[in-house]
């Protein structure tokens, strides 16, 4: 369940860059008050299934004419490009957003925030983290301007996804103040991705003590909200930093019962398969590990951003399976 962390496929992986940003404004932290928000369009989207979110989007064009409702056009149309940079259709994501920004024509708006920050994680999806960084700084900076938390708060996490881990680390301590500090409860819900996300950047640090008290923390927060799936990938990321901090009995039966939650389900996740083998290994039971090794092997494989992403977790699996590794994945 890695594949939720803010991160989401290959995350941290920022670029050198000449005009490299120092670390978030201050004032942007001492921002305690609650702000007037728009958050349009967001309670549609399926982030599972961007292409039946893009068809829901179509779909509502009609009811924000360009020619009456031209921001809102815009808006929409800026999620619509979303949902066709997660299906790497980056090209054609540009090209909406090019007519999005002929409609906004320069008007500081929530629309135009909303442009940049799409501007910017389709740079990011495509690997361009340079480009990607100057969109959402300036998306940062506009949404503050406008008084929008919920949208400042997502380019500060976006700006710590390509960022180096000292200076996300510091963005992503911003974006948790304004999430916590705010009374608006969009923007309180971001919490639970931005404890996950300060989570990993200490346990890519190996600083897991800390990592742990904040995926700990998220637990509390997402059993709170009450949804199963954010609950589980939030047990997960516990679970795999107590196997990094040593406590692998404990962490093996925390992965046991998400197993068995996942079994009644009648679902599989080959992430949990994964850290089961990992910890039957470190507890010297091969033959578990190796079960569980090729099932998550099985799993994983499936995901050709993973296969792209994260060789060397593939590897690692083959050798728990007692197969050869450096062989291609088909």
Partial sequence: MRVFSVWIICLLAAGGCASRTAAPPVEAARADAATQEEVRFDELWDYDDPAKTETVFNALLPDFPADKLPLEHAELLTQIARTQSLQQKFKEAHALLDE??????????????????ERGR?????????????????AYRLALALDVRFHAIDAAHMMAIVETPDLALEWNLVALHMAESSASPPSRRWQGSLLNNLGWTYF????????????????????????????RVARWSVARTL????????????????????????????????????????????????????RAYGELGKLAWFVQAEPERLERLKALMGEPQNSKHE
């Fill in 243 to 294: 196997r990094a901090l040593g406590r692998v009995p404990e962490a093996l039966a925390m992965q046991k019962q998400l197993a068995e939650e996942l079994e009644r389900l009648h679902e599989t996740d080959g992430f949990v398969f994964e850290e089961l083998a990992e910890c039957h290994a470190a507890l010297g039971d091969a033959k578990q590990a190796r079960d569980y090794a090729a």
């Fill in 122 to 138: 389709t740079h990011n999806s495509a690997g361009e983290k340079d480009a990607a960084r100057l969109f959402f700084l300036k």
């Fill in 204 to 231: 890519d640090k190996q600083q897991y003590a800390d990592a742990l008290a904040l995926f700990e923390k998220a637990l509390v927060f997402r059993e709170e909200q009450g949804k199963p799936e954010p609950v």
């Fill in 100 to 117: 999005a920004e002929t409609l906004i024509g320069g008007k500081d708006s929530v629309a135009l925030v909303r442009l940049w920050l």
